[in-house]
C-alpha cells in the first residue's frame, strides 16, 4: 500500500484549487464595484439632500450676504463631479465639490443644476432622475428626485 499521492492527484488537486479561486477573485471584484456605486449613490443623496435642507432653513453660509437665494447642487458637463453651491445675490459660492471615488463612475444627465431657493419656495427640479454608472460592470443605480427636492432610490442595480 502506498502512502503517498500520484502525481495526477496533485494536478487535479491544485486545478481545482485554481479553478475556485479564479471564480471567487471575479465575484469579489463585482461585490467590489457594486459597493463603490452605491456608496457614490448614497454620497450623491446626502448631498442633494444637505442643500435642500440649508436652503429651507434659510441656513446663511456668508453672514454678510444681504441677497440669499438657496443653494445649487450642479454636476458637471462631464458627468466626473459634482459641486455644492451657496448663492447670494446670483453670485455662486463653491461650498464643496465632489468627484466620484474611482474613475469608472460617472454622473448622468450632464450639466445639470438643482436649484433650491429659501424656504422651498420655487424649487426647480427640471430633471427628475439621475443616472449613476459604473462602466467596469456596467451598471446603473437610478435616483429620483421629485419636485420639492425629495430624494429617492431603490438601490437596485440596472443594466445599463
Not at 74 to 79: E, L, Q
Amino acid at each position: 500500500m502506498k502512502n503517498s499521492f500520484t502525481l495526477i492527484e496533485l494536478i487535479i488537486v491544485i486545478l481545482i484549487i485554481m479553478i475556485f479561486s479564479t471564480l471567487s477573485f471575479a465575484y469579489y471584484n463585482d461585490f467590489n464595484q457594486q459597493t463603490i456605486l452605491k456608496s457614490e449613490e448614497k454620497r450623491l443623496i446626502s448631498v442633494i439632500e444637505l442643500a435642500r435642507k440649508k436652503a429651507y432653513s434659510s441656513d446663511l453660509y456668508d453672514p454678510s450676504c444681504s441677497n440669499f437665494l438657496g443653494y445649487q447642487v450642479s454636476i458637471d458637463s462631464s458627468g466626473s463631479s459634482y459641486s455644492l453651491l451657496f448663492n447670494c445675490n446670483g453670485t455662486f459660492q463653491t461650498l464643496a465639490s465632489y468627484n466620484p471615488s474611482k474613475v469608472n463612475v460617472t454622473i448622468s444627465p450632464n450639466s445639470v443644476n438643482f436649484i433650491f431657493p429659501p424656504l422651498g419656495v420655487g424649487t426647480d427640479i427640471s430633471t427628475p432622475t439621475i443616472t449613476i454608472k459604473n462602466t467596469i460592470i456596467n451598471k446603473c443605480i437610478n435616483v429620483s428626485i421629485n419636485q420639492i427636492g425629495v430624494t429617492d432610490s431603490n438601490e437596485v442595480l440596472v443594466s445599463c
